[in-house]
């Protein structure tokens, strides 16, 4: 299984993602506080990361798919837990000088799904096709 795309394609792939991103962490963060900071964070990647990576000559399309899939796994160990770190972020901009206790069932399912994105991005590395 070879994933054959050019540069526009991996541009427009990104893009896509970085669309769907920015509507599910809009619809997932309660306050906007963390509305900007969650909306803050790709637009840094495809302001800094993107040229960084070309002056140091690494390749564009695998660093659009590196980037894509960082967005992504954000995306599957975020949005099924989205109300319980919803609450927890409030509750963390409410009483900043609290602790927030941590929850158990978000803590297991970021580290299984994030592990599982991890496994699947490792495993899709050498058959990217591209150069």
Not at 45 to 69: D, H, Q
């Amino acid at each position: 299984m070879a994933v054959r795309l050019d540069t526009d394609g991996w541009s427009l792939l990104a893009a896509g993602v970085t669309v769907l991103y920015a509507a599910a962490m809009h619809w997932c963060m309660p306050t906007p506080t963390a509305r900007v900071r969650a909306f803050a964070a790709p637009l840094a990647g495809w302001v800094f990361l993107l040229p960084s990576a070309m002056v140091k000559g690494y390749s564009v399309e695998r660093t659009l798919y590196l980037y894509s899939g960082v967005l992504l796994t954000i995306l599957v160990v975020l949005v099924p837990t989205a109300r319980r770190v919803a609450a927890d972020i409030k509750e963390q901009e409410d009483k900043p000088w609290d602790k927030v206790p941590l929850n158990t069932f978000s803590l297991y399912w970021m580290i299984g799904s994030g592990t599982a994105c991890t496994a699947l991005g490792a495993y899709l590395w050498p058959h990217l096709g591209a150069a």
